[in-house]
């Protein structure tokens, strides 16, 4: 018996195509990528506030309220870093992709799903930066973000989406990237128990590995003499 109800051939392969041709595009993924990761970006400095007039009447006053400024201005420098990190890393998986699917734009709208919610627990930790509670959300909000980051890079290579090549050893440098980083967020994280400056300050150190002495490596390789 055809269930089909008539339907004509051109049609059902219409219906049954739509997977295949669904979030192909991923330039369109990078854009708004791009426009999502630039407005955490600056919603993150929107809690930092140049202090009222009021009650500032003395060069001392104005140095009083901006010390008062000192957590904003860490967890601000704390979360430029992250956000920064997560966008090199979806660049550079999106680089290396010859074309995305349905499933793989799932995953990158799931990344910036946690990236949205940066700003908010950014805030929460430079407004309670002494509770470990507001610290282990905010590291939270980093591992969500990292295992999105690995499925989908391991999506991408598993569904021969990426470009021919050294693609799957790019992917695969990705892959440890994620995990090195995550455990040693862990490990900030973790550091909460004896005190959350100590969570903030690992966590910093770490981001600034990731984003300079890779750099610094190379260029004292490249200036040593060889033999």
């Given amino acids: 018996m055809d269930l089909s109800g008539g339907l004509p051939e051109a049609g059902k392969r219409k219906m049954a195509s739509y997977n295949q041709v669904a979030g192909t595009n991923v330039e369109r993924i990078a854009g708004l990528s791009d426009a999502l990761f630039a407005i955490a970006l600056t919603l ?6 140049v202090p009222m007039h009021q009650g500032v009447a003395t060069e001392h006053d104005l140095t009083t309220a901006l010390a008062r400024l000192a ?12 956000l920064g990190i997560f966008w090199v890393g979806q660049q550079t998986h999106l680089n290396h992709l010859r074309r995305a699917d349905r499933h793989l734009t799932w995953f990158h709208l799931a990344l910036l799903a946690t990236i949205a919610v940066m700003p908010f627990s950014t805030g929460l930790l430079a407004e309670f930066i002494t509770f ?16 999105v980051s690995f499925a989908g890079i391991r999506y991408a290579v598993r569904a021969g989406l990426v470009n021919e090549g ?4 790019a992917f695969q440098a990705l892959e440890r990237r994620i995990v090195v980083g995550q455990m040693l ?4 994280a973790a550091l909460c128990l004896i005190n959350t400056y100590w969570s903030i300050g690992f966590i910093i150190l770490v981001q600034l590995n990731f984003a300079v002495a890779p750099h ?12």
């Fill in 44 to 49: 993150i400095v929107l809690d930092i506030r």
């Fill in 71 to 82: 957590p904003r201005l860490l967890t601000y420098l704390l979360s430029f870093m992250t």
């Fill in 132 to 147: 470990r509670t507001a610290l282990l959300l905010y590291w939270f909000n980093i591992f969500a973000s990292g295992i």
């Fill in 166 to 169: 050294d693609s799957e050893d």
């Fill in 185 to 188: 967020y862990a490990f900030g």
């Fill in 216 to 227: 610094l490596s190379r260029r004292r390789a490249r200036s040593t003499p060889e033999g």
